[in-house]
């Protein structure tokens, strides 16, 4: 009997060798490994797995078949010989969120989950093999979150009335007798992408850029199709007193992009799309930058500041994704930051060098969120004079600094300001600063550098830190040493992650378990892009941009920053929805997520994003640091 279960077990130890991952674990971690496997025969038809149940095993198919039902319902795919199934229970809280049916007579290892999860920890590989497929499932997360439909707290910020989004230019029509070729003329000459078919005023139809591309083009019709042949004929419309974001729930139910609109005679007023009304939203925020560009005092600025947070709202409750509100809340920041500059010289006069006023940190980035402190300086010309020129940039930073204080974007904790004179010197002395926290590095310059890297000019030529930023890359990325310690300290704060993937918290001020989404996700990433652009002479200095670049230059493995910015945008993402549920409450904005706040979704898939994120960062001290941290 021995004997035979011996022969048993090198049977399986042999077809666990033949399939990843499995394979790269030495001879006697398999041995362990198939010590504690158990067979399962199912046969066609019977159910393997539940959906919603608690998991035990991972399960490897040894023969036949299995169907996995995503959500227990559709069918999603089939596994055959070697295939794994069951981990993403194993990884998560061990409930398991697809049904399994064998779809042949099979034969099934099964291995504990106290010996699948005693494996990750163990060897590396085993555990990179089975959580990068929470890539895979993050990458979906998003798109599932991006196409969910605009709530109605959306769309009550698309409350104006359709009659003042359309009018603007005149109709663009055109009689039922007309060809489809002729059609395509006038739309391209009016540079309209919709036509309205009216027949003496009246509707008949409407054309669409897609209509063309379909129904004509697709299916090589000629130029000469009666125009009636691919319009869509007695289209739905909308009264011009709607609101817009009636407009928008008409057009999602009937599942259709455009809408004409018609006047209170009946006539038609215009026509709105999808498109148009989305767009009304983030219109605000560009309308809201100009108003702070505009302004004509300093406590005009402070005014106009003022409706950034509900924008803020506005723009998170319409889906749009974390980039783009974090260059919306950035261009307002940025706007503010210029045109009290602006104002700064005008009180005192012209500047007597050239100078590059300079941002730090998340607003440099275009990342800024609801939580914003100032972080300038000043990068002056060559020829300042400290005993000439000091007096006029120390009360320029003054003004710039005191009133962007009063409006909303509060000093920073750190004196890192224009108004400290560490932080406001002549391009040769940032030059110098900049060498010497790279040729000695320790823990205060690194930092250092890390906060200042991340430095974009608002005001001025911008030749000075182009200068600055170029010398620096080149001196960092030469300099082993330094690369190392910024290493080390991007992977200083690891993930929010614990041994079984539960979320680790922290008792925050008050004595609330929370989670600093900040400090735990959002700055891993960007630490990790930063250190990588130094050590790739990449200039970039967004986050997104910088990832970008590495993927162009194929600089590192282009899937594994295609998961860390997915990473970047879910967590980006999770944090506004935070700060704006925050602020439509009334309550004080901050970075800590209380757990029991989130939903299943976003709980699950941070873990998604962390797991990335982790496995980046120890990427990170693998290419840095030798793998010591």
């Known amino acids: 009997m021995d004997a035979l279960k011996e022969i048993e077990q090198l049977e399986i130890a042999d077809f ?68 794994c199934f069951a981990f993403p229970s194993l990884l998560r809280d061990g409930i398991t969120r697809h049904g399994v049916t ?10 504990p989950a106290k010996t699948f999860h005693a494996f990750c920890e163990a060897h590396d590989a085993f555990r990179v093999y089975f959580s990068s ?43 039922t007798t007309i060809s489809c070729g002729i059609a395509a003329g006038v739309m391209a000459a009016e540079d309209v992408s ?42 739905v419309t909308i009264e011009s007193s709607a609101a817009g974001f009636e407009a928008l729930l008409l057009m999602m139910r009937n ?33 809201l930058a100009q108003d702070v560009a505009k302004a004509a005092t300093p406590e005009a600025v402070c005014e106009a500041t003022k409706p950034l947070t509900q924008s803020l709202i506005a723009l998170v409750d319409a889906d749009l994704t974390a980039q783009v509100i974090g260059e919306f809340v950035s261009s307002v920041g940025e706007a503010a930051h210029r045109r009290l500059a602006e104002l700064g010289e005008d009180a005192l006069g012209p500047p007597p060098v050239p100078y590059d ?75 110098a600063t900049f060498r010497k926290w790279i040729t000695s590095p320790d823990p205060k310059s690194v930092m250092h550098t890390s906060i200042f890297y991340d430095m974009r000019p608002i005001k001025g030529s911008g030749k000075l830190v182009r200068d600055l930023r170029q010398e620096v890359v080149s001196t960092a990325q030469a300099n082993t040493v330094f690369l190392a310690h910024l290493a080390r ?12 993937r539960q979320l680790v918290v922290e008792k925050d001020k008050s004595g609330e378990q929370s989670l600093n989404i900040k400090r735990r996700g959002v700055m891993p990433i960007t ?31 282009k899937d594994d920053l295609r998961d860390l910015m997915d990473a970047q945008e879910f967590i980006a993402m999770t944090r506004l929805r935070h700060q704006a549920q925050q602020a439509a409450r009334g309550e004080r904005v901050d970075n800590l997520l209380h757990i029991e706040s989130l939903s299943r979704f976003e709980r699950d898939h941070l873990k998604d994003a962390f797991g990335i994120v982790r496995r980046a960062q120890s990427a990170l001290s693998n290419a840095y640091m030798g793998g010591l941290l």
């Open 16 to 83: 666990l060798k033949a399939h990843p991952p499995f394979g790269d674990l030495p001879d006697g971690a398999i041995g362990h490994l198939v010590g504690d496997i158990t067979i399962r025969y199912a046969r066609r038809g019977a159910t393997v797995l539940e959906s919603g149940i608690k998991n035990e095993y991972l399960f490897i198919v040894r023969s036949g078949a299995v169907e996995l039902m995503e959500g227990g319902n559709d069918l999603a795919i089939m596994l055959s010989e070697g295939s």
């Open 102 to 111: 064998a779809l042949e007579d099979s034969l099934l290892y099964c291995i």
């Open 133 to 175: 497929a929470e890539a895979g499932r993050l990458r979906a997360a998003i798109a599932r979150r991006s196409e969910s439909q605009i709530n109605l707290g959306a769309l009550q910020s698309a409350a104006v009335p359709l009659e003042r989004m359309v009018g603007a230019r005149p109709l663009v029509t055109a009689p």
């Open 194 to 235: 919709t036509l309205l078919i009216c027949d003496d005023g009246a509707l008949k139809g409407i054309l669409t850029d897609k209509d063309l591309r379909r129904r004509m083009l697709a299916k090589q019709l000629p130029y000469d199709t009666p125009i009636t042949q691919i319009m869509t004929p007695d289209p």
């Open 255 to 287: 599942n259709f992009s455009h809408l004409p609109v018609t006047n209170a005679q009946g006539g038609i007023a215009g026509i709105i799309s999808a498109r148009d009304l989305l767009k009304r939203m983030s219109l605000h925020a560009l309308h």
């Open 357 to 431: 006023f300079v941002v730090f940190g998340s607003l440099a980035r275009r990342d800024q969120s609801g939580v914003s402190d100032q972080d300038n300086g000043f990068v002056l010309d060559d020829s300042y004079d400290e005993a000439a020129h000091g007096a006029y940039f120390k009360a320029l930073a003054t003004f710039v600094c005191d009133h962007l204080n009063a409006a909303g974007y509060v000093y920073c904790p750190g004196d890192i300001m224009a108004t400290n004179d560490q932080w406001r010197k002549s391009l040769t002395d940032w030059k």
């Open 489 to 500: 300290d991007a992977v200083s704060t690891p993930p929010p992650l614990g041994f079984f």
């Open 527 to 557: 630490d990790i892009a930063r250190l990588q652009a130094l050590a790739n002479n990449i200039t970039a200095v967004s986050t997104k941009s910088r990832l970008e670049a590495l993927q162009q230059a194929s600089a590192l493995n």
